[in-house]
């Protein structure tokens, strides 16, 4: 696609119930980055995709969050068993290659707004 | 781990003013994004530069990769510009994620 596309745009759950996040990323950019951004806070990187190399998981806070990346392009972020700490607005990116000088220019999606009550 | 640290974390400017944002990062680096996310929250790209210096209209960027820092220049600032500016940059060696700083929060006054 045009951009970066997040779904939903906003989620309300309950503490304890899973959520899966979606990002449609532009069409022909192998790299994929998934961020977290709390309220007034900086962005927290979770995990990236590169192609069909393993991804950086490093930053992914505790083994409820796990993301996949389904034939190189579109990505699901699942939390399992969310806490309030959980709320935050998850952001995806994508860039043409990661790691190539030039190619790695990022673009955001809109976000998806977690809330969990 | 690498430390990318920005300054001021906040500015109030009057429509028309000039300002110099920084981004000081200690560690080696080989990819450098600045961002501007509006009061929406959308994340926008306005330069990439590693190296050297741009210029966009009224923002000009410049990075000097050796001395670890680069400085974000806003020129006759608008009420449009507000928001908050980030810096993220991927280091040389490890992998090719991008850290982001602390940011800037910018007011701009009518």
């Known amino acids: 696609g045009a951009g970066v596309s997040q779904s939903p745009s906003n989620k309300v759950t309950e503490k304890g119930k899973d959520v899966e996040l979606r990002c449609d990323p532009i069409s022909g950019h192998t790299a994929l980055y998934w961020y977290r951004q709390s309220l007034g806070q900086g962005l927290e990187f979770l995990i990236y995709?590169?192609?069909?190399?393993?991804?950086?998981k490093s930053g992914l806070p505790s083994d409820r969050f796990s993301a996949e990346r389904t034939g190189g392009s579109v990505s699901t972020l699942t939390i399992q068993r969310t806490q309030q700490e959980d709320s935050a607005v998850y952001l995806c990116?994508?860039?043409?290659?990661?790691?190539?000088?030039?190619?790695?220019?990022?673009?955001f999606g809109a976000g998806s707004r977690l809330t969990v009550l | 781990g690498i430390q990318v640290e920005q300054s001021p974390p906040d500015l109030i400017l009057q429509e028309g003013a000039n300002s110099t944002l920084r981004c000081n990062f200690s560690?080696?680096?080989?990819?450098l994004q600045w961002f501007h996310q509006n009061p929406w929250g959308q994340l926008i790209n306005l330069f990439y530069?590693?190296?050297g210096t741009k210029q966009n209209g009224r923002l000009s960027a410049t990075t000097v990769a050796t001395e670890r820092y680069s400085l974000l220049y806003i020129s006759s600032s608008q009420t449009t510009d507000s928001g908050v500016y980030f810096c993220a940059v991927v280091l040389t060696s490890g992998t090719y994620k991008y850290i982001f700083g602390t940011g800037t929060r910018l007011k701009v006054l009518a």
């Open positions: 990116a994508s860039s043409l290659v990661a790691g190539t000088a030039g190619a790695n220019v990022l673009t």
């Open positions: 560690d080696s680096v080989n990819n």
């Open positions: 530069i590693p190296s």
């Open positions: 995709f590169q192609g069909n190399s393993a991804p950086d």
